[in-house]
Protein backbone atom coordinates (compact mmCIF):
# COMPACT_ATOMS: atom_id res chain seq x y z
CA UNK A 1 0.00 0.00 0.00
CA UNK A 2 2.82 2.27 0.66
CA UNK A 3 3.80 2.00 -2.93
CA UNK A 4 0.55 3.98 -4.12
CA UNK A 5 1.46 7.38 -1.66
CA UNK A 6 5.29 7.26 -1.26
CA UNK A 7 8.57 6.99 -3.49
CA UNK A 8 10.98 4.36 -2.97
CA UNK A 9 14.71 5.73 -2.87
CA UNK A 10 17.15 3.06 -1.74
CA UNK A 11 14.69 0.85 0.38
CA UNK A 12 13.29 3.91 2.25
CA UNK A 13 9.81 5.59 1.40
CA UNK A 14 9.45 9.54 1.08
CA UNK A 15 6.83 11.57 0.48
CA UNK A 16 8.56 13.27 -2.22
CA UNK A 17 7.65 12.91 -5.98
CA UNK A 18 9.27 10.84 -8.85
CA UNK A 19 10.96 12.67 -11.62
CA UNK A 20 10.56 10.15 -13.97
CA UNK A 21 13.88 8.92 -14.18
CA UNK A 22 13.80 7.03 -10.59
CA UNK A 23 14.72 9.81 -8.48
CA UNK A 24 12.99 11.81 -5.84
CA UNK A 25 12.19 15.09 -6.14
CA UNK A 26 10.43 17.51 -2.96
CA UNK A 27 8.55 20.43 -4.29
CA UNK A 28 9.18 23.02 -1.82
CA UNK A 29 5.90 25.55 -1.47
CA UNK A 30 6.58 29.23 -0.07
CA UNK A 31 3.75 31.02 1.47
CA UNK A 32 2.75 34.46 0.57
CA UNK A 33 4.70 33.78 -2.48
CA UNK A 34 2.85 35.44 -5.36
CA UNK A 35 3.83 37.53 -9.06
CA UNK A 36 3.14 40.21 -7.37
CA UNK A 37 5.38 39.89 -4.34
CA UNK A 38 8.01 37.19 -5.11
CA UNK A 39 10.49 35.63 -2.34
CA UNK A 40 13.73 35.10 -3.09
CA UNK A 41 15.73 32.53 -0.65
CA UNK A 42 19.64 32.92 -0.95
CA UNK A 43 21.74 30.15 -2.93
CA UNK A 44 18.31 28.65 -4.45
CA UNK A 45 18.45 28.59 -8.24
CA UNK A 46 15.83 30.22 -9.68
CA UNK A 47 15.28 33.74 -11.76
CA UNK A 48 17.59 36.76 -10.60
CA UNK A 49 16.04 39.13 -8.65
CA UNK A 50 15.93 42.54 -9.08
CA UNK A 51 19.26 44.54 -9.07
CA UNK A 52 19.85 46.57 -6.06
CA UNK A 53 21.12 50.04 -5.41
CA UNK A 54 24.74 50.55 -6.11
CA UNK A 55 26.55 51.13 -2.58
CA UNK A 56 28.47 54.07 -1.13
CA UNK A 57 32.24 54.46 -2.63
CA UNK A 58 34.46 53.54 0.22
CA UNK A 59 37.88 55.39 1.00
CA UNK A 60 41.04 54.84 -1.16
CA UNK A 61 43.21 52.22 0.08
CA UNK A 62 46.41 53.57 1.59
CA UNK A 63 49.51 51.93 0.89
CA UNK A 64 51.92 52.37 3.41
CA UNK A 65 55.58 51.27 3.36
CA UNK A 66 56.08 47.78 4.08
CA UNK A 67 52.35 46.92 3.68
CA UNK A 68 52.82 44.87 0.70
CA UNK A 69 55.39 42.93 -0.36
CA UNK A 70 56.33 39.07 -2.26
CA UNK A 71 59.91 38.01 -2.36
CA UNK A 72 60.99 35.01 -3.36
CA UNK A 73 63.73 34.12 -0.35
CA UNK A 74 65.81 31.55 -0.73
CA UNK A 75 65.82 28.00 1.44
CA UNK A 76 66.76 28.86 5.16
CA UNK A 77 67.13 32.75 4.19
CA UNK A 78 64.78 34.86 6.94
CA UNK A 79 63.08 38.72 6.29
CA UNK A 80 62.27 40.18 9.63
CA UNK A 81 62.03 43.14 11.88
CA UNK A 82 62.41 40.90 15.05
CA UNK A 83 64.44 37.89 14.04
CA UNK A 84 63.15 35.49 16.97
CA UNK A 85 65.79 32.67 18.46
CA UNK A 86 66.85 29.87 15.98
CA UNK A 87 65.34 31.69 13.01
CA UNK A 88 69.34 32.93 12.00
CA UNK A 89 71.49 29.47 10.52
CA UNK A 90 75.34 30.17 11.01
CA UNK A 91 76.35 29.28 7.58
CA UNK A 92 73.73 32.28 6.56
CA UNK A 93 75.71 34.99 8.60
CA UNK A 94 79.08 37.25 7.27
CA UNK A 95 82.55 36.76 7.86
CA UNK A 96 82.58 39.99 10.35
CA UNK A 97 79.94 38.42 12.05
CA UNK A 98 81.65 35.16 12.26
CA UNK A 99 84.80 37.03 13.53
CA UNK A 100 83.02 38.56 15.90
CA UNK A 101 81.23 35.37 17.49
CA UNK A 102 84.77 33.55 17.03
CA UNK A 103 86.23 36.07 18.99
CA UNK A 104 83.74 36.58 21.69
CA UNK A 105 83.55 32.16 22.10
CA UNK A 106 87.57 32.68 22.29
CA UNK A 107 86.98 35.39 25.47
CA UNK A 108 84.03 32.60 26.72
CA UNK A 109 87.14 30.20 26.63
CA UNK A 110 89.95 32.15 28.53
CA UNK A 111 87.65 33.13 31.04
CA UNK A 112 86.33 29.19 31.74
CA UNK A 113 89.56 28.10 31.59
CA UNK A 114 91.17 31.38 34.09
CA UNK A 115 88.28 30.18 36.45
CA UNK A 116 89.36 26.57 36.31
CA UNK A 117 92.54 27.15 37.78
CA UNK A 118 91.07 29.11 40.34
Known amino acids: MAEQFLNESNGV ?21 SEENPLYIKGMQGEPGPK ?8 PA ?4 KSITHEMLGDNIVRSNNIGTGS ?6 NSEVKAKFDDLQKQIDELKGGQASN
Open 13 to 33: FTSAENDGTGKPVTAVYLKNN
Open 52 to 59: GDKGDKGD
Open 62 to 65: VIEE
Open 88 to 93: VLLVNL
